[in-house]
């Protein structure tokens, strides 16, 4: 609880104890209407005032001014009929500010979320000066320089680790709460922290484009982009305020007016002002105004929270309303790094059919050779390899510890008269020649991501109707992921433009209220990111592409978390509905008692208070995403 949380909370406090002691002790008078002015300003003085600014600004008819012209009338409708009981007026009044401090209360704890990413934020960057560290502002830290962080410091600024080894704390930016390994030559980003050794680190981006920033830019802006729900209800406050204003001075003066002109019965002004006092306390529309905008607050801090950043309120509800996923395939459902898979028809153990090739590929640059080599995973003696021969476009041969030995595919076996065994598996199929006899072929494919199968399966379960595939890759290839993964639908061999395509196709085949989002990983994919109904990138950890381009980018490249983003849209727009809803209906069924005179102050405090607070409880909820069940 901050410091205007605790000042509020004593306010309430003294103003209960004036309320039960005056009753206890029923003074009379004019001592006794002092005191309950005093307990009446206690807790109202900032609502008066709030009132009388509006009204000095022209901005009259808001939820300060309900309350000010409700409670005061009161007070005045009891000093007319000189009953003494100032009680209903000081309860309108200590009621909301309680309904007020529930809904600070629900702000504070939605926005800690929020302040915990914006912890990300460094502070300072190290730069070494004459053999000492000298702390410097990430602002001044040009490209290219050397920063050095320290075990327990937030890494400032985008750069590739020069010199050091450490583990990375990402949990602020991916959700993560497993460590990250960071040694010499990776890549690495601000916001984490390193947490054990000494790192240093050569920047490759200013501090103003770097991940932590275009992160804290995203997540600031996002209250700027305000859904149908809130933009219907800001537009309903407006013309419903005035109306019910208007509607309460009808029910005060028009009554009475009648009663004594034509019917020449009495007035009962005191009976009919009570009821439009009553009308404008229920009618107060602070449950609405308050509750949807915090629903989607929370719901964005509670997925931002899970390393899923949400650019806006209206993407939250566009996402609530998707049906069909389309999927870039490389980098998003598969790795996007080339691995050796599998080795067949070998008679040697395959470790050393991989030495073999590993040895054979050692001069050349090709990504098949940097595979096989990754797949040795020792260091290549290069005395043990001559006479070098790359054929291009078909393989290479050389003499490994003085044996002939060729690594390529279907052609250069053709070319050495070397009968071979074709090969089902997709991807790139190296055969092996050792002494002049085949021996075997390493199957080298891009590995599909461990949690890819389940996040198809709980896209489905979360009620995704079709789940679709595109990718550059051959037929073969895609169509192998598509049946592993169980996608509805693959489209292959497609260009850049041949996938924007594509999706205007899906686009134009659906229904309008069914939504199409598009997964790709942010940095090939941007066209197609941003012609979706809803774009959603495969961060790696907060690329620039994938944060510009997107509308909802997932911090850690784990396919699941789309399954994720789309239950908390959906748990968060059935809160809004919910509280939309109880709210109108408890509302115009009181303002109707109110006016026929079946309803008191009591129950218009319930209605407006009372709703409120239920309202901002549920909305809460909208913060509970650990957990999330297929919703």
């Not at 595919?409 to 090969?423: A, F, T």
């Not at 061999?493 to 041949?498: F, G, I, R, S, T």
């Amino acid at each position: 609880m901050n410091k205007k949380q605790k000042k509020m909370l004593i306010r309430i406090l003294i103003t209960i104890v004036l309320l039960v002691a005056l009753n206890l002790v029923h003074l009379k008078g004019l001592v006794n209407l002092g005191l309950y002015l005093v307990a009446y300003l206690v807790i109202g003085y900032d609502i008066l005032r709030k009132a009388g600014k509006g009204i000095l600004n022209r901005r009259v008819f808001d939820e300060n001014f309900l309350m000010a012209i409700a409670t005061v009338g009161a007070f005045a409708l009891a000093i007319y009929e000189k009953s003494g009981d100032y009680n209903e007026a000081i309860a309108v009044m200590l009621f909301y500010q309680i309904g007020e401090l529930f809904q600070s209360y629900a702000v504070r704890k939605s926005r800690k979320n929020i302040s915990e990413l914006m912890d990300i934020r460094p502070d300072y960057a190290n730069i070494e000066r004459d053999g000492k560290l000298e702390k410097v502002s990430p602002d001044e830290v040009a490209i290219g320089s050397i920063i050095v962080v320290q075990p327990g410091e937030k890494v400032p600024l985008d750069g590739i680790i020069t010199e050091g080894n450490s583990t990375l704390n990402t949990s602020a930016l991916t959700g993560e709460s497993l460590p990250r390994d960071a040694k010499e030559g990776d890549e690495i980003i601000s916001g984490c922290i390193n947490i054990n050794g000494v790192l240093k680190i050569r920047t490759t981006k200013e501090f103003g484009e770097s991940t932590v920033s275009k992160i804290l830019e995203l997540v600031e802006n996002s209250g700027a982009r305000k859904s149908k729900s809130e933009k219907f209800i800001s537009k309903f406050a407006k013309v419903y305020t005035p109306f019910v204003c208007y509607s309460a001075l009808a029910l005060a003066l028009l009554p009475p007016l009648i009663r004594m002109l034509l019917l020449h019965l009495t007035p009962d002004w005191d009976v009919w002002v009570y009821r439009a006092l009553t009308f404008l306390v229920i009618s107060c529309p602070c449950a609405l105004v308050i509750s949807v905008p915090l629903s989607f607050f929370a719901g964005i801090g509670g997925a931002s929270k899970e390393g899923i950043l949400i650019k806006g309120s209206n993407y939250l509800e566009t996402l609530s309303q998707t049906k069909f996923v389309v999927f870039d395939k490389t980098g998003t459902l598969t790795k996007g790094v080339f691995e050796v898979s599998a080795v067949h028809h070998s008679e040697m153990a395959e470790e050393k059919l991989i030495e073999y090739a590993a040895l054979a590929e050692c001069a050349s640059s090709h990504p098949i050779s940097k595979s096989l080599r990754v797949a040795y995973g020792k260091e290549i003696d290069r005395n043990r390899v001559n006479d070098i021969e790359e054929i291009s476009g078909e393989g290479v041969i050389s003499k490994v510890d003085g044996i002939t030995v060729a690594a390529g595919n279907g052609k250069l076996m053709q070319r050495l008269n070397i009968p071979y065994h074709e090969c089902r598996s997709a991807g790139s199929i190296v055969h092996m020649v050792i002494d002049g006899e085949y021996a075997g072929h390493i199957v080298i494919s891009d590995i599909v991501k461990p949690n890819a199968e389940r996040a198809i399966k709980e896209l489905k379960k979360a009620g995704i109707t079709k789940t679709i595939m595109l990718t550059g890759d051959r037929k073969k290839v895609a169509e192998q992921v598509a049946t592993l993964l169980n996608v509805d639908e693959v489209y292959c061999e497609l260009l850049p433009a041949d996938k924007v395509a594509k999706v205007e196709e899906l686009l134009n085949a659906k229904s309008e209220k069914a939504k199409l989002a598009f997964v790709g990983d942010g940095i090939n994919d941007a066209p197609v990111l941003t012609r979706a109904d809803i774009g959603i990138a495969m961060g790696a950890m907060g690329s620039d592409a994938a944060i510009e381009a997107a509308d909802i980018v997932l911090m850690d490249d784990n396919p699941l978390q789309i399954a994720k983003a789309i239950k908390i849209s959906r748990k968060c727009l059935g809160i809004v509905y919910q509280n939309i809803v109880f709210a109108l209906v408890i509302k115009f069924g009181c303002l109707f008692l109110g006016a026929v005179g079946l309803a008191n102050m009591w129950l218009a405090i319930f209605a407006d208070v009372g709703v409120m607070i239920i309202a901002v409880l549920n909305a809460i909820r909208a913060l509970r995403v650990k957990d999330l069940q297929s919703i």
